[in-house]
């Protein structure tokens, strides 16, 4: 069994968007001997803001390295290598400085799944330092900033001293230690669809979208809240259809014409519109399929 510890960097990192200017992986044997180190540069800006103070690579190193595509096809080797354990400090966010990359490139997003250090050390000892230097120390384990892939190195050599310490396998310690730590990079690929889908919604509410001429043309739309959230799938396709032929949407139910319900009593948008008889209430599907002038009618008069 291999462990694999990897890391990622940004020069720039805000909100959606990242510009990700290195990819580092370790991979280590059953006996946590490292065969493998490496840490790839990628071409990205300048670092700004607050990432100025941390990325410690020179930065005119970054405008000379390869492009994001170039170097995709060695990432996405390291994640398809079999029985292997990986790991990494806060996999959530190399996962999602990835999966951006991936999105931004065109690229399938990668799969995997690994843990996360922090978390299978704080099951295993009451521990609640996040740094890795801070942890490093605590365990008397070597912490330079100048070395090569210092962080995925010392992810390893945390494995180890507790494996060591309690004459246990790699396997044995994520699985006793691994509850909840275990992160998987298609969840959080999905969060990113779905805060960029959350965005466009945003931008649909905005009214500053090109305005086309159709069938819904001057007619207010409202809908229920879960049509954001957890069915914004379903939002997107209603916003889409809605904008593209016309209509206008938005959040205030109290001012639409009509009402798209998502069928749920707790709607929070559906009660201000109880005693607005003018306010047509209908269902997605009744959007898509129903001949509009039998709830447009009294729109337009």
Same mark, same amino acid.
């Given at each position: 069994m291999k462990l694999v510890a990897f890391d990622t960097g940004c020069s720039r990192d805000y909100n959606n968007f990242c510009e990700m200017c290195l990819f580092g992986f370790v991979i280590a044997n059953e006996n946590f001997?490292?065969?493998?180190?490496?840490?790839?540069?990628?071409?990205?800006? =300048?670092?700004?803001?607050?990432?100025?103070?941390?990325?410690?690579?020179?930065?005119? =190193?970054?405008?000379?390295?390869?492009? +994001? &595509?170039? !170097? &995709?096809?060695?990432?996405?080797? %390291?994640?398809?290598?079999?029985?292997?354990?990986?790991?990494?400090?806060?996999?959530?966010?190399?996962? &999602?400085?990835?999966?951006?990359?991936?999105?931004?490139?065109?690229?399938?997003?990668?799969?995997?799944?690994? +843990?996360?250090?922090?978390?299978?050390l704080r099951n295993y000892a009451n521990i609640h330092l996040y740094s890795l230097s801070g942890i490093a120390s605590i365990l008397g384990i070597k912490f330079d900033y100048s070395e090569?892939?210092?962080?995925?190195?010392?992810?390893? &050599?945390? !494995?180890? +001293?507790?494996?060591?310490?309690?004459? %246990?396998?790699?396997?044995?310690?994520?699985?006793?230690?691994g509850r909840g730590a275990l992160v998987d990079s298609e969840?959080?690929?999905? =969060?990113?669809?779905?805060?960029?889908?959350?965005?466009?919604?945003d931008l649909f509410y905005s009214n500053k979208m090109v305005v086309k001429n159709g069938k819904f043309n001057n007619v207010k739309f409202a809908m229920s809240e879960s049509f954001e959230n957890e069915n914004i799938e379903l939002g997107f396709r209603i916003g889409e259809y809605v904008i593209?032929?016309?209509? %206008?949407?938005?959040?205030?139910?109290?001012?639409?014409?009509?009402? %798209?319900?998502?069928?749920?009593?707790?709607? =929070?948008?559906?009660?201000?519109? +109880?005693f607005m008889d003018h306010i047509k209430v209908i269902r997605p599907s009744e959007l898509f399929t129903t001949d509009v002038s039998v709830f447009l009618l009294d729109c337009n008069q």
């Amino acid at each position: 069994m291999k462990l694999v510890a990897f890391d990622t960097g940004c020069s720039r990192d805000y909100n959606n968007f990242c510009e990700m200017c290195l990819f580092g992986f370790v991979i280590a044997n059953e006996n946590f001997e490292i065969e493998t180190s490496e840490c790839i540069l990628i071409k990205a800006n =300048k670092p700004t803001g607050r990432l100025r103070n941390v990325v410690k690579v020179d930065s005119k =190193k970054l405008s000379m390295a390869p492009d +994001y &595509r170039a !170097v &995709r096809k060695i990432i996405s080797q %390291i994640f398809g290598l079999k029985d292997a354990v990986f790991i990494a400090h806060s996999p959530e966010n190399n996962f &999602r400085h990835l999966c951006i990359m991936d999105r931004i490139h065109s690229f399938s997003p990668v799969k995997c799944k690994a +843990y996360d250090i922090l978390t299978l050390l704080r099951n295993y000892a009451n521990i609640h330092l996040y740094s890795l230097s801070g942890i490093a120390s605590i365990l008397g384990i070597k912490f330079d900033y100048s070395e090569s892939n210092h962080r995925a190195k010392t992810c390893v &050599r945390i !494995v180890e +001293y507790v494996c060591k310490e309690e004459r %246990i396998s790699l396997e044995r310690f994520v699985e006793v230690c691994g509850r909840g730590a275990l992160v998987d990079s298609e969840i959080i690929n999905h =969060k990113i669809l779905t805060a960029f889908k959350q965005k466009r919604l945003d931008l649909f509410y905005s009214n500053k979208m090109v305005v086309k001429n159709g069938k819904f043309n001057n007619v207010k739309f409202a809908m229920s809240e879960s049509f954001e959230n957890e069915n914004i799938e379903l939002g997107f396709r209603i916003g889409e259809y809605v904008i593209g032929n016309g209509g %206008i949407m938005t959040k205030r139910s109290s001012e639409a014409d009509v009402f %798209i319900w998502d069928g749920s009593s707790t709607s =929070k948008r559906l009660g201000p519109i +109880y005693f607005m008889d003018h306010i047509k209430v209908i269902r997605p599907s009744e959007l898509f399929t129903t001949d509009v002038s039998v709830f447009l009618l009294d729109c337009n008069q």
